[in-house]
């Protein structure tokens, strides 16, 4: 019994049509998304001849659940030339469903799309999301592009801040459920990029700590000139100290607008870059399969050359592998430039405990002023020590970030 008649015996008559966990199916089509190359797995799931689907428009499958929201995400962003991953409803010829994740990219002459079967925890919160956008839709007659920003605003809500980022996360857990169900070896590349995400993600919680340190000691400096004013002579040791913490101050709000805030900052960039890498790095593994699924079946597709299929997707794994170990060494960059920050103000911390020694002693010697003088001493050992040990765990989790791209 050949494969076609074993697909097509175990058929249901209705609701979901089966593939297989190991499949890997793949379409390509011109650059108005009409289908140009496909593999046996898509055109036997879908239940179309091959002659319906070659030279047909892709949306041909498209299942009357799926929001129109996501399909102009995807299409906004292949358009940007970006690749995009998505959960996907399709429906076949004889009226069954099927859902996949479908990693969608541009190619020579169009675009190229590569699916898997979705079975993680993940996809089960996405039916549910899809089912309330379309809801949505039809009740307030959201045009695409608004279902879009109400989809990207609950998926904000859910934790992601981009749909790139939620579509990295979505295709890791794909592919982790993936090899559980197939008995297989967890992928290191994705563990290691999620241990690198958990540790950017540890980072931004310590810059959040570190930035209410530094704003709760910003009116010491200030404390500190007014006393010295009323104790000691211009250029005193009290007066020292102020200075110093109000260089400090300084230094400190330029390293936190440079390395901290903003979109561009270090610590936003390395977020979005182990993200971006471990994204491309799933597509890549993806598209191999994909290769070796065309490489096995050994059929032919009428008006299909496979040899020219398989250039293709070697083409696209090797620009997906490129990007991903161009992430990485960007990766190890901003890490570096985190590292050589903190030990920037490390040295500026150091330096100051001397001046906060002799303040110390200074203040031991007043008859007045003393002990307003001493417990501002105090306070700014204690943010002292707060600080330095947050550097010390932000050098720390970025030295194990640098550890694991390599």
């Not at 890791?172 to 994705?190: C, H, V, W, Y």
């Not at 241990?195 to 310590?206: C, F, G, P």
């Not at 500190?224 to 109000?246: D, K, M």
Request: some cysteine; aromatic content about 8%; charged content about 25%.
């Amino acid at each position: 019994m050949s494969y076609i008649e074993r697909r097509i015996d175990t058929r249901p008559v209705r609701g979901e049509a089966q593939f297989k966990l190991k499949e890997v199916f793949f379409s390509r089509t011109d650059d108005r998304g009409v289908i140009q190359a496909g593999n046996h797995i898509f055109a036997e799931v879908s239940n179309y001849p091959w002659s319906e689907l070659h030279g047909a428009p892709h949306k041909l499958i498209r299942h009357p659940d799926m929001p129109k929201g996501v399909f102009w995400l995807f299409w906004d962003t292949l358009k940007r030339g970006k690749s995009i991953g998505a959960y996907v409803k399709n429906q076949t010829k004889d009226g069954l469903y099927y859902w996949v994740f479908s990693m969608a990219m541009p190619c020579e002459g169009g675009y190229l799309s590569a699916r898997i079967k979705p079975t993680s925890s993940t996809f089960a919160i996405i039916e549910e999301e899809y089912a309330t956008l379309l809801k949505a839709e039809q009740e307030e007659n959201l045009s695409p592009e608004d279902s879009a920003k109400r989809l990207l605003a609950r998926l904000n809500e859910l934790g992601f801040p981009d749909y790139p980022t939620f579509a990295a996360h979505a295709l890791s857990q794909e592919l982790i459920a993936r090899d559980t169900g197939l008995n297989r070896k967890p992928d290191q590349g994705i563990s290691d990029s999620l241990s690198m995400l958990s540790n950017a993600e540890e980072l931004t919680q310590e810059t959040d700590a570190l930035v209410q340190e530094f704003e709760a000691m910003r009116t010491i400096p200030h404390n500190l000139r007014v006393i010295a004013s009323r104790i000691e002579p211009a250029g005193g040791p009290v007066t020292v100290l102020s200075q110093n913490y109000g260089t400090m101050s300084r230094e400190m709000s330029e390293w936190f607008e440079r390395n901290v805030l903003g979109e561009n900052s270090n610590f936003s960039v390395i977020k979005g870059t182990i993200s971006h890498s471990m994204f491309v790095q799933c597509v890549a593994r993806i598209l191999e399969e994909c290769d070796s699924h065309i490489k096995t079946e050994r059929r032919s597709m009428d008006g299909v050359d496979m040899d020219r299929e398989r250039a293709v997707l070697g083409k696209l794994i090797a620009r997906q592998n490129l990007q991903a170990d161009d992430g990485l060494k960007e990766v190890s960059v901003e890490a570096q430039r985190i590292l050589s920050a903190c030990e920037v103000m490390h040295r500026h911390f150091l330096g100051l405990s001397s001046t906060r020694v002799l303040c110390k002693i200074e203040s031991a010697r007043l008859s007045t002023e003393g002990d307003a003088l001493t417990a501002i001493i105090d306070q700014l050992g204690v943010f002292q020590e707060r600080i330095s040990a947050q550097l010390g765990h932000i050098a720390q989790l970025s030295t194990e970030i640098r550890a694991r791209d390599h």
